[in-house]
């Protein structure tokens, strides 16, 4: 059964940094493209970043870029995203998402929610003084 498992998700201040951890299960992340969304409340989930694993291509929102950033572990079978200089705005539920990369071809596809088929729970982050 495939899975995806975020943690790492958290209260913190703002200016200050999380490590967000999406592990997998059931298949592994050889061509494949993960996804990181963000849903504030009331609002509709947000792409925030983007990876390739076979080629370690990445993407940014421009919302994010400097700040953030996205890595893979494919032994581990894990992806990360790095929050640094975090603020108010960046406080949401954030999900990890993974596609076949044959059906991620272009970059704005990365950002699109109805891309990806398989996701994961989901983990708060919450940046607040």
């Known amino acids: 059964q495939e899975q995806l498992v975020e943690s790492g998700g958290g209260l913190v201040q703002p200016g200050g940094s999380l490590r967000l951890s999406c592990v997998v299960s059931?298949?592994?992340?050889?061509?494949?493209?993960v996804g990181w969304f963000r849903q504030a409340p009331g609002k509709e989930r947000e792409g925030v970043s983007c990876?390739?694993?076979?080629?370690?291509?990445?993407y940014y929102a421009d919302s994010v870029k400097g700040r953030f950033t996205i890595s893979k572990d494919v032994a581990a079978n894990t992806v990360y995203l790095q929050l640094n200089n975090l603020k108010p705005e960046d406080t949401a539920v954030y999900y990890c998402?993974?596609?076949?990369?044959?059906?991620?071809?272009?970059?704005?596809?990365?950002?699109?929610?109805?891309?990806?088929?398989?996701w994961g729970q989901g983990t708060q982050v919450t940046v607040s003084s």
């Open positions: 998402a993974r596609e076949h990369i044959a059906l991620v071809q272009l970059e704005s596809q990365c950002f699109q929610a109805r891309t990806f088929s398989s």
């Open positions: 059931g298949f592994t992340l050889d061509y494949y493209a």
């Open positions: 990876i390739s694993i076979n080629d370690g291509i990445t």
